[in-house]
């Protein structure tokens, strides 16, 4: 087993939170600019979003990679330094991270949009050091026809499909997710809270395997389901439900990573009952 499924069997883990809306606060422009080029062309302010996460308390941090395949990158004519942007990412992460926390490789899914593109973008990844692989915000179909191709790669380390949204029945796609080499699975972005608890109430009795959650502000509702006192709050029920990853996605800062790195320090003095609200196994 991965030193990362170690750790997660072992307790829960914070995630980082939302990194391209933090690097629009600092001058980003998604009309003419992608946050994965600031690896390499603005590399203080990646850096500092990354440290600004450890220091709350993630224990893993997600590379700055969600475009950074041939397909997305070709929009800025900015494909032939594909390799330089994710090599020089995950550097970036590790050097927040250090050594006993841990890089995940992030996939978003215009990777999907280019035969072959994931499984570049995932090699160069891997080659650079990343713990884990992680295809995030994607559509079902996708994320299987590309786990199925990273799971043929010889030493891939553990990985992790997050969808943007899952489609009814939930369970019978967990189950599709699972078979397809997902070692974790999980939703990201949307659903709000409240509606990605009952998700992963529903993956958990459909899969044994751990579970991850990242959900976005709720434009809706910015200051009730999506307060770092709300994520804090939801921990205990989300660990209830295998959940072993938390973080936060587009509009969440390292408060909310502070809040749910603080929530789940407090389950060793109030442990979860060993009999977990999931499939048994």
Same mark, same amino acid.
């Given at each position: 087993?991965?030193?990362?499924?170690?750790?997660?069997?072992?307790?829960?883990i914070?995630?980082?939170?939302?990194?391209?809306?933090?690097?629009?606060?600092?001058?980003?422009d998604?009309?003419?600019?992608?946050? #994965? *080029? &600031?690896?390499?062309?603005? =590399?203080?302010?990646? !850096?500092?979003?990354h440290?600004?996460d /450890?220091? @709350?308390?993630?224990?893993?941090?997600?590379?700055?990679?969600?475009?950074?395949?041939?397909?997305?990158?070709?929009?800025?004519?900015?494909?032939?330094?594909?390799?330089?942007?994710?090599?020089?990412?995950?550097?970036?992460?590790?050097?927040?991270a250090?050594?006993?926390?841990?890089?995940?490789?992030?996939?978003?899914?215009?990777a999907?949009?280019g035969?072959?593109?994931?499984?570049?973008?995932?090699?160069?990844?891997?080659?650079?050091?990343?713990?884990g692989?992680?295809?995030?915000?994607?559509?079902?179909?996708?994320?299987?026809a590309?786990?199925?191709?990273?799971?043929?790669?010889?030493?891939?380390?553990?990985?992790i499909a #997050? *969808? &943007?949204?899952?489609?009814? =029945?939930?369970?019978? !796609?967990?189950?599709?997710?699972v078979? /397809?080499? @997902?070692d974790?699975?999980?939703?990201?972005?949307?659903?709000?809270?409240?509606?990605?608890?009952?998700?992963?109430?529903?993956?958990?009795?459909?899969?044994?395997?751990?579970?991850?959650?990242?959900?976005?502000?709720?434009?809706?509702?910015?200051e009730?389901?999506?307060?770092p006192?709300?994520?804090?709050?939801?921990?205990?029920?989300l660990?209830?439900?295998?959940?072993?990853?938390?973080?936060?996605c587009?509009?969440?800062?390292?408060?909310?990573?502070?809040?749910?790195?603080?929530?789940?320090?407090?389950?060793d003095?109030?442990?979860i009952?060993?009999?977990?609200?999931?499939?048994?196994?």
């Amino acid at each position: 087993m991965s030193r990362l499924l170690q750790a997660i069997a072992r307790r829960p883990i914070a995630l980082d939170a939302g990194m391209g809306t933090r690097l629009i606060a600092l001058g980003l422009d998604p009309r003419h600019d992608d946050p #994965s *080029l &600031w690896n390499v062309d603005r =590399p203080a302010g990646v !850096a500092g979003v990354h440290a600004r996460d /450890a220091r @709350a308390g993630a224990v893993a941090l997600l590379t700055n990679t969600f475009g950074a395949n041939r397909s997305w990158l070709s929009r800025f004519d900015r494909a032939d330094d594909l390799a330089k942007i994710n090599r020089a990412a995950v550097e970036l992460a590790r050097g927040a991270a250090g050594e006993s926390g841990f890089v995940l490789g992030d996939i978003g899914p215009t990777a999907a949009d280019g035969i072959g593109a994931a499984r570049e973008q995932a090699e160069i990844l891997m080659e650079a050091g990343v713990d884990g692989l992680v295809l995030e915000t994607f559509p079902l179909e996708a994320a299987i026809a590309d786990l199925r191709e990273l799971a043929s790669i010889p030493g891939r380390p553990p990985l992790i499909a #997050s *969808l &943007w949204a899952w489609p009814e =029945p939930i369970e019978a !796609a967990a189950r599709r997710l699972v078979d /397809a080499g @997902a070692d974790v699975i999980g939703s990201n972005c949307r659903p709000a809270l409240p509606e990605m608890l009952e998700e992963v109430r529903r993956l958990a009795s459909a899969v044994p395997v751990p579970l991850l959650v990242k959900p976005g502000i709720d434009p809706d509702d910015p200051e009730g389901s999506s307060t770092p006192s709300t994520f804090a709050s939801a921990v205990r029920k989300l660990v209830g439900y295998n959940v072993r990853m938390i973080g936060g996605c587009c509009g969440t800062t390292e408060a909310h990573v502070e809040a749910v790195a603080g929530a789940i320090a407090a389950l060793d003095s109030h442990p979860i009952d060993s009999t977990r609200q999931g499939p048994a196994t």
